[in-house]
Every structure is written in C-alpha cells, then in structure tokens.
C-alpha cells in the first residue's frame, strides 16, 4: 500500500490520517474547507478524552465544565455536578489541532474538493478541483453530506436529525440541556471561549419549526439572539433499520464518524465516534492481514465489537427516552426528578454524561437500582414515616 488518499479533514479523517502518516504510509488529505464551525457544542466526554490524552493535554483553547443543569417542562431544573468534567472546544480550534497534528506525522493536506472517484485497476482515480491523483485506498471522511454516492453511509430522511444554533457573545461555566414537549431532541447552552454555543437538535421535525423552538426559548431567557451569527448541520441519526444495513466499507474503501453514520441517536454527540472510528480504520488498514478485503472485513467486525451494537441498540431506545412516558409523567421529566432526588440515578446520569455507560447495559442497571431510587425519592420527599422498610437494593 503506497497511498491512501483521505477524503475529508474534519476530526475523523484528520485523525485517521495523523495515525497512517506516523505508520509511513503516504497519506494525503483532501478538504475544501480544512477547519470550520459547526453549530454542535464541540464536546468531549471523559471517555474520549481519558482513551486519547492528547485531546487534553494540548495548548489548544479548552473549557473543563463541571456542572451542567438539566430541565425538562413540568419537572423544572436540577443541577447536575459532574465527576468527569466536560470537555468544550471551539470546533475551529478542534479541528485545526486535529489537521496540524496530521501534518506534524507526515500527512499531505490539500485543500480541495473530491469531485469524482473512479476504480483504476486495483486503486482509485480520484478527480479533485485541483487535478487528479492516484491512491491505492480511500478512506472516506466526507461527513453527513457526503457528495460521493458511492461510498459511505446511504442516509434516508428518518435516519438524520438537524442540528442548529447561534453563537452568543457571553460566558458561563455551566452546560444547560433543556428538552422540550414532543420534541426527539434537546436545546443545549454549551459555553466556548469567548462565546456560547446556542442550539437545539431535532429529528422528525422541519428546521424551521426547530429554529423557531429555540428563539422562543432564548427569548425566555432573556438571550439577545437578534443579528447573531446562525449555524446549521445535518446530523446522521439512524433508525434501527438503517443500523441493519449501513455502509461502513466496500471495495478499496472504509467510512468513518459521519459519514459512516456513526453518531450517538440518543445525544447527538459524535466527536468520539469519529475518532475512535478512524482510529479502528488504521489499526486495520496497518493490520497484518494479507488483501484489501480481508482489511475491510476486519474493521467492520471491529466497529461491531467496540460501539455500533450499543448505537444500534441505543436507536432502539431513542424515542421512549424523548416521547415516552414513566409513572404518569414524560421520561425527561422524571429523568429531572429522579436525577435530583435518588444517588442512584444521579450516579447513572454522571456515567452517561463521561460516556462510560452502555446504552446495552442501561436497562439492567436502571431495573436493578429502581426499587432503591424510588426509596431514596420517597425519603427525600419527606415520606419516610410511610415507607415500612428498604424495598430491594
């Protein structure tokens, strides 16, 4: 393998390439844009951070938020301390440390456009706005608008979610996630150096209709929103189905993060996953194996076995945790009141803020501890005189 030509230099594919070009294979990076915004709150959790060091310990401009304040309608607000803190960049600054650094391991990074990729032989032709190249391998990091039909993920209009924002000046050293009634989505305030990053995602519903949830609520808040810069971002956000089928290799190709659909159904988040794809992508494309399809067949059994099943199985669970309903009330509203009133819940809510807590393993944990939660409220509510004894563990 001489040349493998990465079509795309967001953080997936900036990371994919750092890791081949420090390999010794040449590697080239083709973006229009090379680092740009997004509206998306530009969080790492712990999970990603703790794996991959290098994402904290950089000179990079970096918000560590430890508090975070969740509110769901009929349930108010509770504050949300967290062990592992957040941590926020600007996606500018994110994205032009992930390309610097590929450029430090030896990676080429042009800035121009993949117009038209054809197999030649065993490899690939590949049509850019600047002229043509020749590269043994493809690894496609194009994201969720990805113009190469042929490769990548096939995102039909119910496996995506909208995601969009303005950037307010301000400061605050907290995150705020407000959900909405009938809504497969939040509003979020994630604070950035220098600004806040106001937003909301959606699935099932118009941009327009999303757009104008969010300035209804900024307005509320008393959030001068008027003549600030506004964002917009197409999401993958895959039903079940879609998981059953998705396109994550092919004939002399791999995807990663976006545009291979791996992104969190429930939260939106997907810096993670395309890092740890794309990390999953060179491991096997520098694998021993002998051939090129045996290398395929190996990353798509290893984006399994690490995350896509626990996606998949998230998916599953994504509209009961946003329209579902539990003990006579919505589920956010008493993820709000469970989170303020019940330890154990609480514990819960800090793992699947760090990302340590698997969707697979969720029910479980939670059936395990109800009887315990449920305790706890009652006591915290002031009922203990009516509670005879400690029901369960």
Wanted: glycine residues 12%; positive net charge; proline residues 5%.
């Amino acid at each position: 393998m001489k040349r493998v030509a990465v079509l795309g230099g967001g953080p997936a594919g900036a990371f994919a390439a750092a890791e081949l070009a420090s390999a010794g294979i040449r590697t080239v990076v083709f973006d229009e844009k090379l680092a740009w915004e997004k509206p998306c709150g530009g969080g790492l959790t712990y999970k990603a951070y703790h794996q991959y060091p290098f994402l904290i310990e950089n000179d990079t401009p970096k918000k560590l938020i430890t508090e975070s304040v969740l509110a769901a309608p009929r349930a108010g607000e509770v504050n949300l301390r967290l062990r592992e803190p957040l941590l926020i960049y600007s996606r500018l600054d994110l994205n032009r440390m992930l390309l610097q650094r590929a450029e430090r391991a030896g990676a080429w990074i042009e800035k121009a456009r993949v117009l038209e990729m054809n197999r030649a032989g065993s490899g690939w032709k590949l049509r850019t706005s600047t002229g043509i190249l020749d590269a043994d391998f493809c690894v496609v990091a194009t994201g969720a608008r990805n113009p190469l039909r042929e490769v990548g993920t096939q995102l039909r209009p119910e496996d995506t979610m909208s995601a969009l924002g303005y950037y307010i000046p301000g400061n605050q050293e907290r995150i705020d996630i407000q959900f909405l009634p009938r809504l497969e989505g939040y509003i979020w305030v994630f604070p950035r150096c220098g600004h806040l990053s106001i937003g909301i995602c959606g699935k099932g519903e118009p941009a327009g209709s999303l757009r104008k949830r969010l300035e209804t609520y900024m307005t509320e808040k008393g959030i001068a929103w008027k003549g600030a810069p506004f964002y917009s971002h197409l999401l993958p956000s895959l039903e079940p189905s879609g998981w059953k089928c998705n396109r994550v290799a092919g004939d002399g190709w791999l995807a990663v993060g976006d545009a291979a659909g791996l992104v969190d159904p429930i939260t939106g988040e997907g810096l993670y996953y395309a890092i740890r794809s794309a990390d999953l992508a060179a491991k096997a494309l520098l694998s021993e194996l002998g051939c090129f399809a045996e290398k395929v067949q190996a990353y798509r059994r290893m984006l399994r076995r690490d995350f896509a099943v626990d996606l998949e199985f998230g998916s599953r669970l994504a509209k009961r945790v946003f329209l579902g309903r539990f003990l006579f009330g919505t589920v956010p509203a008493r993820m709000v009141q469970f989170t303020r009133r019940s330890p154990r819940f609480c514990a819960v809510m800090q793992d699947l803020f760090a990302g340590t807590q698997p969707y697979l393993g969720l029910r479980r944990r939670l059936m395990r501890n109800l009887n315990g939660s449920l305790y706890e409220i009652a006591m915290n509510l002031g009922l203990g005189r009516l509670v005879p004894g400690k029901v369960g563990g």
